[in-house]
């Protein structure tokens, strides 16, 4: 598994009011400090961000948890701590791709093993009323990594650098996948009027 580079975030942006709080250097913070931190300031986009890639938000919330579990479980081995946050979006987007895998291995076997019902479930109720959206339709009907390219530049609003990063691609890669996405994205929207 290739090593990846990250910009480095603060783990702590200053609170709403203008207050300025001070805090000790996050490579001095013990692991429940600086996971309560990062948590606190980063656990919802974290979620968002899990549940454009998965279209799942109660699986999002606990890939993302799980996230945070073994950022604490790696604290004291983490080299530079002020890339937590590069190491949870990793994390979140592995993890994201891992499920998503899983998800249709398993769809793969329920589709042989028995014939779909004709009766549809309160899950797959609730899945068409998300399909309703027409942006995130098409942003559904995009290929994987065109799909996690164009949520993590204008969703995540990460740099070119950072996404390339994040999926282990180079940044030519990532401008290839995102205008290809864009481009879908804009065409499937049209089409849609």
């Known amino acids: 598994m290739a090593r990846h580079h990250c910009v480095t975030t603060h783990l702590v942006s200053d609170p709403p009011g203008g207050r300025t709080m001070t805090y000790p250097e996050p490579r001095e913070w013990a692991a429940d ?3 309560t ?6 656990y919802r986009p974290l979620v968002r961000l899990a549940t454009l890639l998965l279209h799942d938000q109660g699986a999002a919330e606990e ?28 994390s979140v987007v592995n993890r994201c791709r891992s499920a998503l895998r899983h998800r249709r291995v398993v769809e793969a076997h329920l589709a042989t093993a028995r014939p779909r019902a004709d009766v549809p479930s309160a899950e797959i109720g609730a899945l068409d009323l ?11 009907a ?10 993590l530049r204008y969703y ?3 740099s070119e650098a950072e996404t390339a990063a994040l999926m ?6 990532v401008k290839s996948h995102t205008f290809r ?7 499937s929207l049209e089409a849609q009027r």
Not at 131 to 137: K, L, M, S
Not at 142 to 151: D, F, G, H
Not at 168 to 173: H, K, T, W
């Open 37 to 42: 931190h990062l948590f606190v300031a980063h």
């Open 130 to 140: 998300l399909r309703q959206d027409a942006v995130i339709t098409a942003l559904r």
């Open 181 to 187: 996405g864009l481009a879908a994205l804009k065409q």
């Open 168 to 173: 282990g691609v180079s940044r030519g890669a």
């Open 63 to 90: 890939i993302v948890q799980d996230g945070y579990v073994a950022l604490h479980g790696r604290w004291a081995r983490l080299r530079d701590a002020d890339k937590a946050l590069c190491y949870l979006r990793t």
């Open 142 to 151: 995009l290929p994987t990594r065109q799909r996690e390219a164009v949520v």
């Open 33 to 35: 400090e600086a996971v």
């Open 156 to 158: 995540a609003e990460l």
